[in-house]
């Protein structure tokens, strides 16, 4: 179900190398994302910094780019051999909630990477088509952000994200499919924020296969935390002893840890 008919954009470029700590190429076939993130988002600050949007407003009015295939049938070849994975997406969503045309793009090109031989990862704050990803690579990675298990935090801080319950399902079922499923947990919140058990969160996506967590930045309520430095060494900690005992890989995000 759509909220809205979104608007277009065209661009000259989509693939790109990503400087991510766990990236490798990226794509980002969407300008904007309609969740609203409240954290605040990087992505939405980084584009305003560089004028390419002008509010909060605009971030949340997302545009797609109407010539993504034909870019990423050009930009295939000249790419292919230095590609280890493609990402989807570190500035935008996937599978952004509310938004079918989204996800039915995101489908498409992760076909054809797969078809060749490019494997790929997803993050979405969104729901992921179950039935539309059945074809697609069985190496491909497919995650869900998870900082809550709070629906009132939740509509606080990701207002028009898909609620917590509805990601977790998803993943569920695509990691009942046999497909490799990750979650990040990150930006994670301090107390003064929501007051939340991190074990809770930790045994619902006990499935995964992966958990990456980080802490939250940017943010004038972490100045006003004075013991974030210890609460992010702690939630660490039980992020890695959570994981080696359930046998899950992890990925303890750069500047989490003191």
């Known amino acids: 179900?759509?909220?809205?008919?979104?608007?277009?954009?065209?661009r000259k470029?989509?693939?790109?190398?990503?400087?991510?700590?766990?990236?490798?190429?990226?794509?980002?076939?969407?300008?904007?994302?309609?969740?609203?993130?409240?954290?605040p988002c990087y992505?939405?600050?980084?584009k305003k910094r560089m004028g390419v949007i002008s509010s909060y407003e605009d971030w949340c009015k997302p545009k797609l780019v109407e010539n993504a295939i034909d870019l990423l049938e050009k930009e295939i070849p000249r790419y292919k051999s230095k590609i280890k994975f493609v990402h989807l997406c570190f500035s935008t969503d996937p599978f952004m909630y509310g938004h079918d045309e989204v996800g039915r793009l995101s489908v498409e090109i992760v076909r054809r990477l797969n078809n060749n031989n490019i494997t790929c990862t997803m993050l979405t704050k969104g729901v992921y088509p179950v039935e539309l990803l059945q074809k697609l690579s069985r190496q491909n990675e497919y995650g869900i952000t998870l900082v809550?298990?709070?629906?009132?935090?939740?509509?606080?801080?990701?207002?028009?994200?898909?609620?917590?319950e509805e990601r977790?399902?998803?993943l569920r079922?695509?990691?009942?499919?046999?497909?490799?499923?990750w979650v990040s947990i990150e930006p994670y919140p301090t107390p003064n924020i929501v007051s939340q058990?991190?074990?809770?969160?930790?045994d619902k996506i006990s499935f995964a296969d992966?958990?990456?967590?980080?802490r939250l930045n940017y943010s004038t309520k972490i100045k006003a935390f004075p013991q974030a430095r210890e609460f992010y060494n702690d939630q660490a900690k039980a992020v890695v002893n959570f994981c080696k005992g359930g046998k899950i890989k992890y990925h303890i995000k750069e500047g989490t840890v003191s």
């Open 1 to 10: 179900m759509n909220r809205s008919d979104m608007q277009t954009i065209k």
């Open 168 to 170: 977790i399902e998803a």
């Open 43 to 46: 992505a939405m600050m980084l």
């Open 210 to 214: 992966k958990i990456v967590f980080g």
């Open 197 to 202: 058990d991190l074990k809770k969160i930790l």
């Open 13 to 39: 470029t989509l693939l790109y190398k990503s400087g991510v700590e766990y990236g490798d190429f990226c794509i980002n076939h969407v300008e904007g994302c309609s969740h609203g993130c409240l954290y």
């Open 148 to 164: 809550s298990l709070n629906e009132d935090f939740r509509k606080s801080y990701e207002p028009y994200a898909a609620p917590f």
């Open 173 to 181: 079922w695509l990691h009942m499919m046999g497909f490799k499923t």
